[in-house]
């Protein structure tokens, strides 16, 4: 059974930091093997994707995050990580991970590529 669980969200002051997890379990394939992703979705907005770390570690982040957020990987773990620093009020949104088992991350444009979402965690950053 597949499954896929955020946590560490809550609600911060701007200027502030969040380490997000993602706990992953079931999947068909290594862990490593997946091209991970964390993704947002605002209020009104379409999902985006914000950062993604592919099967030998590579990362890739959205304009908006570069320089502020980091993510990371431990395949002992099963888990994907996300530290986000200096969070900005526009951070504000749910908060998911998804896997695509093309590892690489060449897919990271196409949000509907990717597969085991998650719940959720919600990230809130008051002025």
């Known amino acids: 059974q597949v499954q896929t669980v955020e946590s560490g969200g809550a609600s911060v002051q701007a200027g502030g930091s969040l380490r997000l997890s993602c706990a992953a379990s079931g999947y068909p394939h290594y862990y490593s093997s997946y091209c991970m992703g964390w993704f947002r979705q605002a209020p009104g907005k379409e999902r985006e994707g914000v950062a993604f770390?592919?099967?030998?570690?590579?990362?890739k982040y959205a304009e908006a995050v570069k320089g502020r957020f980091t993510i990371s990987r431990d395949n002992a773990k099963n888990t994907l990580y996300l530290q986000m620093n200096s969070l900005k009020p526009e951070d504000t949104a749910m908060y998911y991970c998804a896997a695509d088992d093309v590892g690489g991350c060449d897919r990271s444009d196409y949000v509907e590529l990717f597969v085991y979402w998650g719940q959720g965690t919600q990230v809130t950053v008051s002025s």
């Open positions: 770390i592919d099967d030998d570690g590579r990362t």
